[in-house]
């Protein structure tokens, strides 16, 4: 297959959220309460909520500059590409990339909202939720139909509230929640703690697939306070398998088989090996720890349950069969700093050399639309829907990189603060 | 390859400390300072240090059990097989299962020795690690040559003379040094500190391999306090890859050109992943974190320092060739529960269907002869070393499981408690 024929769903994109989001969405009670964009004397631009701060409007969104530059966190709108926060230049940045589907989670909220359900205001906490979520879907996502993969945050604090949530979205369309990969470690209870069942009802009702970004328990890999940064980046995809294994082995799995759970980021070269781990813990362990699969073996139930998720990941791909095919989606990550764009179809055949098209496709999009009961084929033919029909819709469109101020910055994950480094580049 | 013709060394297995291991071994002022076994009331055994009591004697020593009690941990050494502290049975199991060589780490005093680090007075301290270590050295490798690679516990607390150890064992044939996943974690410096350049110096001047055990950091992958043991014990192996990913990124490599580390009970299955995530970190990174490998990746790198261990690894052994053949060396794990013996030879081949004889036998003894200096056939030929060969002299030896009490029981892991549980098999 070449690049041209593609056709890309990226399960894995992120937006930064546009400072107007929030007009004529809250009550008039709330207007005054509603997180707002700061321009502050230093230049940067922050979001405010409920007494908290969040110093950068982007986390990580660099896409479009040089690798020089991946560390220097923008702190204004003005130092993005447009793509990160505007939909209208987003759509553009994805057809030139050649991407025809994404799933954008948030940022300044964190992937599990956190910051909105520490709200004291319960109520407050709600009505940001829900417009956040209906911006998302509405304005967002609905500005290009089949375009986007739409995605809800959760209401972290109620369970009860959360499943009426999930049902509220998923009338209109939207069939992905992003959730914490560990509560407990949100000061939740654990996914081990029935406090949680009505929320897994409601996504087994809707048929919402449980969406896990990596890094989204507010628990970082860090080794060590002066580990280098290169030691927390090659770590946190596989820190997903801490999820993976405490809802495989949890009562989810046993209570809610037709739970659907999305390892966002979290590649899938170690999931052959980790699968060969759940099978070898259940047979070697099991007569003592009491776990019970029936006449299935770990491995088998984790691929009823879970998607996997690469950007690059020639070994993952190689060993596709011994995941699942059916349970591998591709995705982009624009606009982090471990993206593929502006040319993700290309990247992604580099690890897909002597692959048969019938397997790309499941992995570019077929498993995509499935599990999110996406379908874009409703807004445009297959034809107009690879690589080469989107760039060629906006040809001449500059992806180049480009440059910004360089110097001190602040390394951010998820709304956590790692510290102030300095660009080694220019240091 | 039968079975009955593979030679068998294991990179990993373990001792429970006799109880009198440091007769006559001590300063005639610290004698009553030692480490001691006490019997209690309650039929367990434990060992007592500095205050300290250690409850269980051996952590996990559950060979020769069924399956439904490997979580009764023993508490007493009538209740463990004797291979587990008698040299003699040891030997006799270790050729019963067909096992030519052995390392053993050790068990009360934790894999790193912290146990004896925290000791006020660091003369007695050193007593009792050089204490440990003669005995390790002279007495329980001493007594069958060529069936053991000695290693030797670090001086935790000083550099200088941690050095200084490692001189010293190295002079009596010792080249394998026991150390932590990551001081850091333990309090110490971590590994990008010029804290413990001492030691490096050391050990690359003596040949002496790091060997770094899972679990050696003292931090657990603990999801949540309800989580099933379960997911700790999927989780635990793959959890040294922040150990490989904080020593590849760091200055240790880059320093000491010569340094080598083994990744004790870590797997294999996951390291052709963890290559090309490093390799990919560096390109998308180096340029803003200042990594420089000059005209190598990271992977060839890790080539160059890391040998990584397993007990029963399919894709391990299928992706062989993406670890790095001579980065690989097979382990037995007795007496713990994830132990393949008594039919280690049967479970390596199940791993190693198709595999030539040349890439088995790098992998079940030719890379750790190789790696820690390792020569055991200065004391009986390739004939008389094989599966087939060592079981005939044993012949006739009991290796059936048999039960013993079973209960409420703790579960410990390197010395840290993890809580009571029941055993589900009985409860």
Same mark, same amino acid.
């Given at each position: ?35 707002? /964009? ?33 560390? /220097? ?14 939909? @209208? ?21 964190? &992937?599990?909202? =956190? ?51 999930? @049902? =509220? ?7 992905? +929640? ?41 628990? +970082? ?53 980790? +699968? ?8 070697? @362990? ?23 998720? &690469? ?5 993952? /791909? ?17 606009? @982090? ?91």
């Amino acid at each position: 297959m070449n690049a041209e024929d593609l056709i890309l769903i990226s399960v894995d994109d992120h937006l930064v959220e546009p400072p107007n989001m929030f007009e004529g969405r809250l009550p008039a009670r709330f207007a005054d309460l509603a997180p707002k /964009v700061l321009h502050r004397e230093d230049g940067s631009d922050v979001w405010t909520f409920n007494g908290s701060i969040i110093p950068n409007v982007g986390l990580n969104a660099v896409a479009g500059r040089p690798k020089e530059e991946y560390g /220097v966190e923008p702190t204004a709108f003005d130092e993005m590409r447009p793509g990160c926060y505007d939909i @209208h230049e987003r759509v553009k940045d994805m057809s030139a990339g050649g991407v025809l589907g994404s799933m954008c989670f948030p940022s300044f909220p964190g &992937f599990a909202a =956190r910051l909105f359900a520490a709200a004291d205001d319960k109520d407050l906490a709600l009505s940001v939720v829900q417009a956040y979520n209906d911006w998302h879907i509405d304005e967002w996502c609905g500005a290009y139909p089949g375009r986007f993969i739409p995605m809800a945050l959760p209401v972290l604090w109620d369970p009860e509230l959360a499943a009426a949530e999930v @049902h =509220r979205v998923a009338a209109k369309g939207c069939h992905s +929640l992003t959730f914490t990969e560990n509560p407990a470690a949100l000061g939740y209870p654990s996914f081990h703690d029935a406090h949680w069942d009505p929320l897994w009802n409601a996504l087994v009702d809707t048929d919402t697939v449980m969406s896990i970004h990596l890094g989204s328990s507010g628990r +970082l890999t860090l080794t060590a306070p002066d580990a280098p940064m290169d030691v927390l980046i090659t770590l946190q995809p596989m820190n997903i398998c801490q999820a993976a294994a405490d809802l495989l082995w949890s009562r989810v799995i046993k209570d809610f088989p037709d739970i659907k759970i999305a390892l966002s980021e979290g590649g899938t070269g170690w999931i052959p090996y980790f +699968l060969e781990r759940i099978d070898r813990t259940y047979d070697m @362990h099991h007569l003592w720890t009491g776990q019970n699969f029936g006449d299935k073996l770990p491995s088998e139930v984790f691929r009823e349950h879970f998607l996997t998720c &690469f950007i690059e990941d020639p070994v993952g /791909v190689e060993l596709r069969h011994k995941i699942g095919i059916d349970n591998i989606a591709w995705e982009c990550d624009y606009p @982090h700093s471990d993206s593929s764009w502006p040319w993700p179809g290309e990247e992604l055949l580099k690890s897909a050399a002597g692959v048969p098209d019938e397997d790309i496709n499941k992995m570019s999009y077929e498993n995509a639309c499935r599990w999110y009961s996406f379908d874009p084929f409703a807004h445009r033919s297959k034809e107009q829907s690879t690589v080469g029909a989107l760039r060629a819709e906006v040809a001449g469109r500059d992806v180049e990189t480009r440059s910004f101020d360089k110097g001190r910055f602040e390394i951010k994950h998820d709304g956590i603060s790692l510290g102030e480094m300095t660009s080694k580049a220019t240091a």
